[in-house]
């Protein structure tokens, strides 16, 4: 329950929830996404719906079906709005079209669209916009955008933007991600972590010592761990890259570990293309941990941060990087690449590293030389990575807490339910 939070989390972040839980007596809520399990979105919803149903926000959370045909084609898409060059096809649009209307009246028939508010998450559900809004003209859509847009791949963006312009209001993570022909109202809304979930709790010294025995970690040395999907846009090998320069010098470990979303079809052929990147290399250890069951999934990942001595997210676009997150709420500095929402969670040189630059076309530059300097740097110099840590922490706890996000996502419903004033900025165009 709330009450749970306090000591831990800002005092008037809760006191934010609580004034809007009043006011929202009888409306619903209703989240929509492609995915129950893997990824981050999945991660927030585990979390963020069942509280608010804890505290007497009415929350329902639909997953949208597909096969391997439809998330095929939805991962293309994602990658596209990033700014991946993909080929695009009348085809692959058709395969859209079709699953988008199937889940529709799928949906439909068995009344699933309950929510005053309907917040879609991502391009996977954003074909049903338009076809919601015209059965149920009352109903309010969000569209909750987690994904970097700030130079999409123009045809699929303008495919995609055809449904989104029917909703009736969008949330980015950062002002940067916006795109510039979306002309509707938008809001900033960074995403969060619970810190008394599985995944951040305090765990005993025992524990995070039997997992690194499970997977053959080396207790004694230091680890630098990312965590993340196994996806183009992690750049696992330059991760692998600056590890094979740092351990010229530094005697260390790399673990690099995830586990494979529902929705992202390429994730395996990732995986064991990276694999194959170190053979014969026993102080690179790449793991795929269990998806399911969830906490157990958590837990793993939980001890695997607290064991680190430092945290990567070397990514080349990042909507976010919750585990960048994760990692500084337990005191870690993190290296990760100057992109995208990594930029808002990381005061470089306060609470960690920003690599790289990107260029005008939104992409990453880094050198290998420039990650592993960093990353040297925190593993000789260990007071200054503590200090960096505990700063992170502190970030953490008040900005990036999930009762900031419910508190955020509760002053919008009032805003547009009840006509009441909202905080923030409504960026109009």
Known sequence: MLEDFEGIAPAQQIERIREYINLLSGKRLLHINSTAIGGGVAEILNRLIPLSNEIGMNTGWEVIPGTHEFFAVTKTVHNALQGGKVPWTKTMENVYKRYTKDNFKRFLSEGRF????????????????????????????????????????????????????????????????????????????????????PKNIELPQGFVYAVLDKYGIDKARPVILQISRFDMFKDPKGVIEAFSLVRESVDAQLVFAGAMATDDPEGMAILEDVKKEVVGEPDIHILELAATPIRENHLEVNALQRAAAIILQKSLREGFGLTATEGMWKGKPVVAGNVGGLRYQIMDGVTGYLVGDVDKNGNLEYSKEESAGRIKSLLVH????????????????????????????????CWLLLDKPYSGKILSS
């Not at 706890?397 to 996502?409: E, G, V």
């Open 114 to 197: 309950y929510g005053d508010i309907i917040i879609i998450h991502d391009p996977q559900p954003a074909g049903m916009i338009p076809l919601i809004k015209e059965q149920f003209p009352e109903k309010k859509i969000i569209w909750r955008c987690h994904i970097d847009l700030s130079s999409p791949h123009y045809r699929v963006w303008s495919f995609i933007r055809n449904y989104v312009r029917y909703a009736d209001l969008a949330i980015f993570h950062i002002p940067e991600f916006i795109p510039k022909d979306l002309d509707m109202p938008k809001v900033i809304m960074p995403p969060s972590i619970d810190p008394l979930s």
């Open 382 to 413: 260990p007071e200054e990575a503590e200090r960096m840590g505990k700063r992170a922490r502190e970030y953490v706890r008040n900005n990036l807490l999930i009762t900031r996000h419910l508190a955020d996502y509760l002053e919008l419903a």
